[in-house]
């Protein structure tokens, strides 16, 4: 009776060409500057970023209600009830869509307010699901903890929208930096494995 094969997605430099690493090892690199890149334009440029940010919702608020709007008066198969809401949603989808591009950064804290109220409900719902046994300190404590996120982001919308680009940013460099120490070592293993043989 046969084993069962086993599907891996690592990349093995002792399997590949010289000119496959070497684009594997491109391709790293590439990517570890584009990521660094990117983290540094959101810490030196915060409030650029997140009009970007704004700019992307409200691009796909004004295609999704022009879908939506397409939708309700085209499909004739369904209820009058049914058009008329659909074609509703999508005009207030259009329209959060051009708030948004009007004023950027209050529909940055418009979003981030939804986060904010989320985190809250999310928190008292934990609260009382918490089960009477050893695990329910936890999940107190993660009840608190959300609540806690979801009042302060409430409080200062803006502020909170920067402080997660400014860690997003961080994270990027981060990643950039482990892609970049991964094109200057990947294949070397292999290398010294063919010089030894």
Request: hydrophobic residues 60%; without cysteine; positive net charge.
């Given at each position: 009776m046969s084993e069962?094969?086993?599907?891996?997605?690592t990349l093995n430099s002792a399997?590949?060409?010289?000119?496959?690493?070497?684009?594997?090892?491109?391709?790293?690199?590439?990517?570890?500057?584009?990521?660094?890149?990117?983290?540094?334009?959101?810490l030196v440029a915060p409030k650029a970023s997140l009009v970007a940010v704004a700019w992307i919702f409200a691009v796909?608020?004004?295609?999704?209600?022009?879908a939506r709007i397409t939708r309700g008066v085209v499909a004739r198969e369904?209820?009058?009830?049914?058009?008329?809401?659909?074609?509703?949603?999508?005009?207030?989808l259009l329209a959060a869509g051009v708030y948004i591009f009007i004023d950027p950064l209050l529909g940055i804290g418009a979003l981030v307010f939804v986060i904010g109220v989320s985190w809250i409900i999310e928190g008292v719902a934990s609260l009382f699901d918490s089960a009477p046994d050893v695990s329910r300190w936890i999940t107190i404590l993660y009840g608190v903890i959300s609540v806690v996120a979801g009042v302060f982001v409430l409080a200062?919308?803006?502020?909170?929208?920067?402080?997660?680009?400014?860690?997003?940013?961080?994270f990027l460099i981060a990643a950039g930096v482990v892609e970049i120490i991964q094109a200057i070592t990947f294949g070397k293993q292999a290398k010294r494995a063919g010089l030894a043989g």
């Open positions: 069962p094969s086993t599907t891996t997605y399997k590949l060409t010289a000119s496959q690493i070497s684009g594997v090892r491109w391709a790293f690199a590439v990517g570890g500057i584009l990521t660094i890149l990117l983290g540094v334009f959101l796909y608020f004004l295609v999704a209600g022009i369904h209820g009058g009830l049914w058009r008329v809401l659909t074609i509703v949603f999508g005009v207030l200062n919308p803006l502020l909170a929208a920067v402080t997660l680009l400014l860690v997003t940013a961080f």
